[in-house]
């Protein structure tokens, strides 16, 4: 950096690391560590640095903030290749720099720790929906499922702890540098009722999380069990062997039902397959709808399966959870809603098939459902969502608020589990922590189950009544409430959100378009250049006349 002082480059370093420093934070309040403690001082840093810094200043500093974050975030897409991993870390990135960004602006207006959890949720709302429907795995929320706001879920849903973890980090932010106004940061104002309501706004919502009531009682209660056959190998090529994996399924269910003759467990109303537990059209495929049939027949039940099912056309195949009876066989479906990118479809395919040959793996696209994933499976109405699904708001709300009394995930997650792990690391650990935000934001239990683990049993109140590990057959049974009532944030719907990205919006609007705040410094050749803030002038003197 050749005509850069040394001091620059000093202090430029210093920004980077301490934004990848405060990413790396808030990481840990994520799986698997779930220190959700951590969210609130990380939110702090970054809020605090970033309102002092210049706007582009501040981008960079958001982008380190955000690679400290989503690289560990993303680890599990490693078993796609380093590359995939890398490249979606990357581009997410762009997201934390927009944030920075829009700190950096409201950071200029002596009120900005109250406009701070308002312009985060407004972030938050964009990168949870563009490009490609959104990628919202990393929300702070999603880390929140061990602490004491989760109970606020009830009330706003992922977006209302979200809001609740950024309140009381800016509080801290705001309280610090108020606190340091007269010293190091003398040249940074923050006015004293600003940080006082945040403050007090955020002692609300930490206090008040042990007040709101999350009801369990169930108007009905139903038996259900998931099944777990496990995959024959690890990697992109673990469905070669796709008639092992649906064997696996049949064999526990077989297996279920030894134990239920046995009455070593309860008789189940009805079983749960998870994704891609046959990666066959069963309603074709006259060897994959043998094995279901014969694994329906043996327990006696409607079986939720998991399938790839052809259509529409011959182009494309869909991603289904599907109704098979006993006495009937394949009945209603559901298809997923929320594609994954270069996962389960391919924009613009011609091009990046030429270019990294490994897509070519993807042979057909998958077609996006149509409609929410409410299901009759024998005595209970579920509200079915298909693993990368249970992170979208909007589609999991879909399905309870169209009848859903009983939430159930199914998943597949063999490709992204690494041996050792034992289900608390990677995207399986992530799944059923926002599985259990999940119960508690709608008020119902929740049925998790997955090819390869963890697959779990989720109580309404978030507590997790039972689980498998990963990379063993399992079977889970439980007695499970079905709940017709809906709470707050079910009735609310996409409505908080919207309004506090609305104000998000507003914050930035008026910080740009308003009059700047006064640098308020008795002294400032006495006090340090801040990293990235402009030195003061110094006083012009007049030369006397002659």
């Known amino acids: 950096m050749k005509g850069v002082p040394l001091s620059a480059r000093s202090s430029a370093a210093l920004r980077l690391a301490l934004g990848a420093g405060s990413g790396v934070l808030l990481w840990t309040s994520l799986p698997p560590l779930s220190w959700w403690w951590a969210a609130p001082p990380a939110v702090a840093l970054i809020a605090a640095v970033a309102s002092t810094l210049p706007p582009r200043t501040a981008a ?68 949870d929906r563009w490009p490609f429907g959104g990628l919202p795995w990393g929300r702070i929320a999603f880390g929140q499922a061990d602490g004491p706001l989760l109970p606020w879920a009830a009330i706003g849903g992922a977006p209302m702890l979200t809001f609740a973890v950024v309140t ?148 494309h195949v869909s991603n289904a959870g ?18 994954v990118p270069f996962g389960e479809y391919l924009p613009w395919r011609d091009v990046l098939i030429r270019v990294i040959h490994r897509f070519s793996l993807i042979s057909k696209d998958f077609a996006a459902g149509r409609r929410p994933g409410v299901l009759q499976v024998g005595p209970a109405r579920i509200a079915d969502v298909i693993c990368f699904e249970v992170a979208d708001d909007g589609v999991v709300r879909d399905a309870v608020r169209g009848g859903g009394r009983l939430l159930v995930v199914q998943t597949n997650n063999a490709t992204y589990e690494h041996r050792g792990d034992d289900g608390h690391g990677g995207e399986t650990a992530q799944q059923l922590e926002m599985s259990r935000l999940r119960a508690v934001e709608h008020g119902r239990a929740v049925v998790v189950a997955a090819t390869s683990g963890v697959s779990a049993i989720i109580r309404p109140d978030g507590r997790v009544a039972a689980r498998t590990g990963v990379f063993v057959p399992a079977r889970l049974v439980a007695t499970v409430p079905l709940r017709d009532a809906t709470t707050i944030a079910d009735r609310l719907g996409a409505w908080p959100e919207r309004g506090a990205a609305l104000a998000g919006l507003l914050a930035v609007g008026l910080a740009l378009w308003g009059p700047r705040r006064r640098v308020t410094a008795a002294d400032p050749a006495a006090v340090p250049d801040l990293p990235g803030q402009p030195a003061p002038a110094e006083p012009a003197v007049s030369e006397p006349r002659p």
Do not use: C
């Open 168 to 315: 009381i980090g800016a509080a801290l932010g705001g309280v610090g540098l108020f606190l340091l106004r007269r010293t190091t940061v003398a040249r940074i104002t923050v006015a004293g009722p600003a940080v006082a309501l945040a403050a007090a706004a955020g002692a609300v919502l930490l206090a008040g999380g042990g007040l709101v009531s999350v009801p369990t009682a169930g108007d009905a209660h139903v038996v259900v069990a998931a099944i777990q056959g496990n995959v024959p190998r690890l990697g992109l090529k673990e469905f070669d062997q796709r008639r092992a994996v649906t064997a696996n399924h049949e064999a526990q269910t077989e297996l279920l039902a030894a134990d239920v003759a046995a009455g070593r467990v309860a008789r189940p109303d009805l079983v749960v397959w998870p994704e891609n537990a046959s990666d066959d059209d069963p309603t074709t495929d006259p060897i994959a709808g043998a094995m279901v049939s014969r694994a329906v027949a043996a327990i006696g039940v409607p079986v939720l399966v998991g399938a790839v099912l052809d259509g529409p056309g011959p182009d």
């Open 60 to 127: 960079l500093f958001g982008y380190a903030v955000g690679l400290g974050q989503l690289v560990p975030t993303f680890a599990f897409l490693r078993g796609l290749g380093v590359d995939a991993w890398l490249v979606v870390a990357l581009m997410e990135s762009l997201w934390f720099a927009l944030l920075a960004l829009a700190l950096a602006v409201v950071g200029r207006r002596r009120w900005w720790p109250v406009a701070v959890p308002v312009v985060w949720v407004a972030v938050e709302f964009a990168r």
């Open 322 to 339: 599907l109704v098979w009876s006993p006495d009937t066989g394949p009945g209603e479906r559901y298809v997923k809603r929320h594609l």
